[in-house]
């Protein structure tokens, strides 16, 4: 099974940037697509972006779309989602999952495994 693990998170003013990154361990995830979800308080969890499994198709949720930008290294078995003009609505746990098809999907119900999440959290 795969295991994934988050990183990068932390505190940063609006405006800032911050990349998240998620390790992925077990088995290689090259083959597959992997996504970014992230859950404030009080919400349900929301897509944030997907790669598919080679990187040429991606995908973003229109809040974040021109200001977060989400790639992969398979050869180090590692998805990154690199974040800028942040603002403090995009504080949330982030969550990086795997699907176990090659082509992305908005729905997290599309994903087989999850990471742990790793907090972000954005001051006015």
Known sequence: QVQLVESGGGLVQAGGSLTLSCAASGR?????????????PGKEREFVAAINWNGGSTDYADSVKGRFTISRDNAKNTVY???????PEDTAVYYCAVRYLTETHYSER???????????????
């Open 110 to 124: 599309a994903y087989d495994r999850w990471g742990q999440g790793t907090q972000v959290t954005v001051s006015s």
């Open 28 to 40: 290689t995830v090259s083959s597959y697509a992997m996504g970014w979800f992230r859950q404030s």
């Open 81 to 87: 989602l690199q974040m800028r003009s942040l603002k």
